[in-house]
Every structure is written in C-alpha cells, then in structure tokens.
C-alpha cells in the first residue's frame, strides 16, 4: 500500500530536549516536505526536499532542521524545542511538480 | 507573497443541504488549484484539482471546483451533503513555475448535522 509514515504520532516533551520526527515514504518519490498546522492558520511549510540530498527552507524554518540521506526518508528535527513549537505536523511527498500530495497521518507534538 | 483566503471559517449545515466554500488567491500567474480534505483524526486527502482545460472540475464524492480566472476564485460546492462529510477543507494553490510549493488557506471546518 502506498503510503507516507510518520513517527511518533503524539509526542509530549519539554522544552530544549531535541527530539526527531521520522518520515517514510514507499513510493519512490523525489519530492518531500514538512509541515506544520496551526488552527486557523492552515498549512504552513517548514522544509522540503526536491531530491537526496537537496533540501531548502519553506515558510516557517526557524528551530528545524532536516536531513534526506535516503530517498524514502525525511526526518524533521528539533534541537532545542520550544512552546511554540507545539503544533501538528504532517510530513507529504509527491512524484510530480505539480503541487499534488501525499501526507503522512500527522503528529502531534506538545512542547511543555 | 501570494496568499489564499477562505472566508468562511467555519460551516454547519444540515444533511442534504447544499455546499459552497469560497477560496480566493492572490497569485496573478498561472496556477495549479487543489481542495484538499481532512476528515476528523486523519491526514489531508486529494479532493480534486485544476491544472488547465475545463473550469469545472470534479472530484471524488460528489465535490465539484469552478476555476474563476476573473475572480482569482476556486470555490468548492456540493449540491447535497452527507454527515460524513463532516471534516476540514483547504484550498491550496501552486504556482505552475514553482515546483510543489503549496500555499494552503486556512481551512474551513464543515460540521454537517445529521
């Protein structure tokens, strides 16, 4: 089954302990992206990735870091976590350039 | 920077009575158009897109899209809706010279009553 996985899918933490969101993808894609959402904000982009190896900041990159070492995974990290941090966040990939994709089941992160 | 409004942020309606959300975007070029749907609990999925051709595009349960160039507009109708359709709707836009950047609205949460 094609599918985006995300890890974990709820998270509580406190603040300044680095954690890291895993996400995988089996589709073979090249694109992929992190997002977070906010009530009554949407989705708004943190990184993406147009291939192994090239990633680039979205709209929101500040206190993330990414890395694509492998083609199916994505991993978004957070260094030192803050409250503001806390948010849903939703990992997606795409086989084409056309802005369609496929989102992960989200994770929900609590920075305490 | 290029922005999309809905306006209506949140929608109760009842079973069987008609939908339409608004979306409209800033971009003056050319775009890609998508609705997207998240049920309660689950991730965002395809409801339908626009990349060219016919305005009026349909998706999958009945959702149907009418492309405005005019009114920078991509509104979303139903003619009759379900309780399962109950869930949050965002409108997001590509610009077709950027890659899969998405700018997404902020959403519009339908509560229909059964």
């Known amino acids: 089954e094609a599918q985006v996985t995300q890890n974990p899918r709820y998270l509580i933490t406190v603040t300044g302990k680095k954690l890291t969101v895993t996400c995988s993808q089996n589709?073979?894609?090249?694109?992929m992206s992190w997002y977070r959402q906010d009530p009554g904000l949407g989705l708004r982009q943190i990184y993406y990735s147009m291939n192994v190896e090239v990633t680039d900041k979205g709209d929101v990159p500040e206190g993330y870091k990414v890395s694509r070492k492998e083609k199916r995974n994505f991993p978004l990290i957070l260094e030192s976590p803050s409250p503001n941090q806390t948010s849903l966040y939703f990992c997606?990939?795409?086989?084409?350039?056309?802005?369609?994709?496929?989102f992960g089941e989200g994770s929900r992160l609590t920075v305490l | 920077a290029q922005s999309v409004s809905q306006h209506n942020h949140h929608v109760i309606l009842s079973e069987a009575a008609s939908l339409e959300l608004g979306c409209n975007y800033s971009y003056g070029g050319t775009v890609n158009l998508f609705w997207y749907v998240q049920y309660p609990g689950q991730h965002l999925q395809l409801l339908l897109k626009y990349f060219s051709g016919d305005p009026l595009v349909k998706g999958i349960k009945g959702f149907e899209a009418e492309f405005i160039k005019s009114k920078f507009s991509f509104n979303l109708r139903k003619p009759s809706v379900q309780w399962s359709d109950t869930a949050e709707y965002f409108c997001?836009?590509?610009?077709?010279?950027?890659?899969?950047?998405?700018?997404f609205g902020g959403g519009t949460r339908l509560m229909v009553k059964p």
């Open positions: 997606a990939s795409s086989g084409n350039w056309h802005g369609e994709l496929f």
């Open positions: 997001a836009v590509n610009p077709n010279n950027a890659g899969n950047m998405l700018t």
């Open positions: 589709m073979n894609h090249e694109y």
